[in-house]
């Protein structure tokens, strides 16, 4: 729940509705402890769900679990696909200057070990958070219009 709202700038106060499918035990302690989840994850409402009635929704894996978030309503979807497009701008900037350094001969042979492998896991760690970012901005701009 952190982690979704985290990623739709949504203040952790902010009651949502949360949409759930899954089944078996799990289903079964979740609705036994639903009170917990509304007052710690600060859920508004939770409804149970099939994967295929889920309308468009922020969505996480936790285990057998999905959670879902739907988007209308809680998000001004225009402008979070703006600002995730400045993000993604920056991150490709970031990219940039770190493909630059390590295509760069002088910078490979000179520097320690330990920094190269630092700017490749750099590296790999702005192109997972630029693809994350470019799956949330698609989603936003599919609920946007």
Not at 27 to 45: I, K, M, Q, W
Not at 59 to 83: F, H, I, Q, W, Y
Request: no cysteine; aromatic share 2%; proline share 6%.
């Amino acid at each position: 729940m952190r982690n979704l709202r985290a990623e739709l700038n949504l203040p952790p106060g902010q009651p949502v509705p949360v949409l759930l499918s899954g089944d078996g035990d799990l289903r079964t302690r979740l609705e036994r402890n639903e009170h917990l989840l509304r007052r710690l994850a600060r859920v508004a409402s939770v409804e149970w769900v099939s994967d295929a009635a889920a309308p468009q929704a922020a969505m996480a894996l936790v285990g057998d679990l999905t959670v879902r978030l739907p988007l209308e309503g809680l998000v001004d979807a225009s402008a979070e696909v703006e600002r995730l497009g400045r993000e993604i701008a920056k991150l490709e900037q970031a990219i940039s200057r770190a493909e630059a350094k390590l295509a760069n001969p002088a910078f490979v042979g000179r520097a320690p070990q330990e920094v190269v492998d630092t700017e490749r896991a750099r590296l790999s760690e702005f192109a997972d958070q630029r693809a994350t970012l470019a799956a949330q901005r698609e989603r936003m701009a599919a609920l946007a219009g």
